[in-house]
């Protein structure tokens, strides 16, 4: 299976401001998976990123408060833009490596302060 | 889209018990059948998974059973441990889409 390499693991940012988020994949993987998951709730979709076309994004979220790039098969970041305290939770990027097989990052806890 | 709910929401069972949760889901395409455990701070983990062409699959203490027709699987875990105390995710992926709904989680508590 693949191997995510995700960072920042944990910031503390001011409201007002933004953060990318780095998830690096050790394989060539065609649908990249980006997920919230809010203090003690269950993973939410964001969008998911193809290489070389726009993110599709779910219904409640939307590209100017989480721009997504996917410049190649092994490499996608999320910013979380104009931040604001609901916005804390832990950001997971994930990937489908085949034959159902899916694997997420260690995740990014954000706290906006 | 695809709709999964998962019941219960906390689970409390003895060492050496028998552990049950259940999951539906809303789209008769979904294929695929995962469940994972999280445990705190962690990134969740895959404990096994079943896809629509299969009835039942076990690994060891843990099993999955699908139910196409009602459109409900369900995670037993067997003779309980403290280390399986975690919270449970089903998921499932749309037979469209690759993507993965998850259920709203169970937190299982396994007590001596």
């Known amino acids: 299976s693949a191997v995510i390499s995700q960072k920042p693991s944990r910031d503390i940012c001011q409201r007002g401001t933004s953060l990318t988020i780095q998830c690096q994949v050790d394989?060539?993987?065609?649908?990249m998976f980006w997920y919230r998951q809010q203090p003690g709730q269950s993973l939410t979709l964001i969008a998911t990123a193809n290489q070389g076309s726009e993110a599709t994004y779910e219904s409640g979220f939307v590209i100017d408060k989480f721009p997504i790039s996917r410049p190649n098969l092994t490499f996608s970041t999320l910013t979380v833009s104009n931040m604001s305290p609901e916005d804390s939770s832990i950001y997971l990027c994930?990937?489908?490596?085949?034959?159902?097989?899916?694997?997420f990052g260690s995740g990014t806890r954000l706290t906006v302060v | 889209g695809e709709n999964v709910e998962q019941h219960p929401s906390t689970l409390s069972v003895q060492e050496g018990d028998s552990a049950v949760i259940k999951c539906t889901y809303s789209d008769s395409a979904s294929n695929y059948f995962p469940w994972y455990k999280q445990e705190l701070g962690k990134r969740p983990q895959l404990i096994i998974d079943?896809?629509?062409?299969?009835g039942e699959k076990k690994d060891q203490r843990i099993a999955v059973t699908l139910n196409k027709t009602a459109k409900h699987f369900s995670l037993h875990i067997t003779e309980t441990q403290p280390e399986d105390s975690a919270v449970y995710f089903c998921?499932?992926?749309?037979?469209?889409?690759?993507?993965?709904?998850f259920g709203t989680g169970t937190r299982l508590q396994v007590t001596l």
């Open positions: 994930s990937v489908e490596t085949g034959d159902y097989g899916y694997t």
């Open positions: 998921a499932a992926r749309g037979g469209t889409a690759s993507k993965l709904t």
């Open positions: 394989s060539q993987v065609t649908m």
């Open positions: 079943i896809r629509s062409n299969v």
